[in-house]
């Protein structure tokens, strides 16, 4: 994301760039789609035009590629924190440290996630995004929300479209009695018949709030602090989950499935699909993440590097695309409560450094990349100067 604040910013699609607005939709769909002004995402009639549009054209130093190369990122076997194993557990704590500290993503393996669960999480994404268009555009993503569908992002940005769709929705660490939280929200904007497909990610998403409190526990011990302390904190937060979808692309050098972003929430724990396209930049190259059919990828957000004090790096990432072939995954954002500040224990700011950055809620550095920043490699940052010259209003 780049600084947008007003006019460059184009946080909101104002302009009417109606591409290919589906035939088999009624009158009424039509002219809810009309109204709304956006450009409509539907990559089959897309590349059939006789040149990428350019509002899916990336800017060149965006899409600098480099030779093949793989990120030699540490695989941290979780098996020994099952059983209890303190050296495996100090052993493991070690290669997060030093993932976290030179780049901000490692993988986790043994991690106790039933791989049918995976792949029934795969099978309902896909039933999702074959849904007809305008299924899936009455569960459109409203304003000022991460939650619905989007396709390309055009809802918000009108230019450096990324070439996939998304679905998401939330999910709060502690229920209070509400277990069927994501189930409901399936039903509410898509229908009653995607009861089932709630189940799943109810199911899921369930599961990796216990994997997302195994890695704080690891995070905490890494930075020498109680093995606690980061469960704690994030314990009656909430996650966001989101299903991707990465269309094939004739033109797939000329755009990018996500661009280059760090995230702004704490972790992101992603599983992706064996097509590959997840990269990091590490000493000034994208370096592709082996993807790992046993493996889920982790990855520092902006939040959890301002409450490590900045010793742990936010992991800055993106997406390609493919020229044949369809890509997926699964992501749990995980963030703290949305009223919690935001500030590093004590035992993290040392005399000589003082602190890295100012006490923030989470609520406002989510707000201000849903309506005043595209999330880009410098997201915390201009939080940051944001946040100061609106002081007056906190």
């Not at 009455?138 to 230019?159: F, I």
């Not at 018949?193 to 990610?201: F, M």
């Not at 006490?359 to 490699?377: E, I, M």
């Amino acid at each position: 994301m780049s600084l947008v604040m007003a006019s460059s910013a184009n946080t909101t699609a104002t302009t009417t760039g109606l591409l290919n607005p589906p035939s088999s939709s009624s009158e009424e769909a039509k002219k809810e789609i009309n109204n709304n002004g956006a450009l409509i995402f539907e990559p089959g009639l897309l590349q059939k035009q006789p040149k990428m549009p350019d509002e899916f054209v990336w800017p060149s130093s965006d899409l600098a590629r480099t030779q093949h190369e793989e990120l030699n990122e540490p695989l941290v076997d979780l098996s020994g924190f099952m059983r209890g194993d303190e050296a495996a557990i100090e052993g493991a704590a070690e290669l997060v440290k030093v993932a976290c500290v030179k780049h901000g993503l490692f993988q986790v393996t043994n991690h106790g996630i039933d791989p049918d669960l995976i792949r029934a999480a795969y099978d309902e994404a896909d039933f999702i995004f074959k849904l007809p268009l305008e299924r899936k555009l009455g569960a459109k993503r409203k304003p000022g929300s991460a939650c619905g569908y989007s396709g390309a992002h055009a809802d918000r940005y009108t230019s450096k479209l990324p070439w996939k769709e998304i679905f998401s929705f939330q999910y709060h660490h502690k229920n209070d009695g509400h277990q069927s939280e994501i189930v409901d929200y399936f039903k509410s904007v898509l229908g009653e018949q995607l009861e089932t497909t709630g189940r799943v990610y109810q199911k899921y998403c369930e599961a990796i709030k216990e994997l997302s409190f195994i890695i704080m526990e690891l995070l905490a011990i890494s930075l020498g602090m109680d093995r606690f302390y980061y469960r704690n904190f994030f314990e009656d937060g909430s996650s966001l989950m989101r299903c991707n979808y990465y269309p094939p692309c004739h033109s797939s050098s000329l755009t990018l499935g996500t661009g280059p972003h760090t995230d702004p929430i704490s972790l992101t724990i992603l599983h992706q699909d064996q097509v590959g396209g997840l990269e990091v930049l590490s000493e000034g190259k994208w370096l592709a993440v082996r993807p790992r059919p046993d493996a889920f990828v982790v990855n520092i957000g902006d939040t959890f590097m301002s409450l490590s004090n900045g010793r742990y790096k936010s992991c800055m990432h993106r997406a390609l695309v493919h020229t044949e072939k369809k890509r997926r995954s699964l992501v749990y954002f995980v963030s703290p409560r949305d009223d919690k500040i935001v500030r590093p224990p004590e035992n993290l700011i040392e005399r000589e450094e003082g602190r890295k950055y100012p006490d923030f809620k989470w609520c406002d550095l989510f707000n201000f990349t849903q309506k005043h920043y595209r999330a880009d490699v410098a997201t915390l940052e201009s939080f940051i100067l944001w946040l100061r010259s609106n002081s007056h209003q906190y």
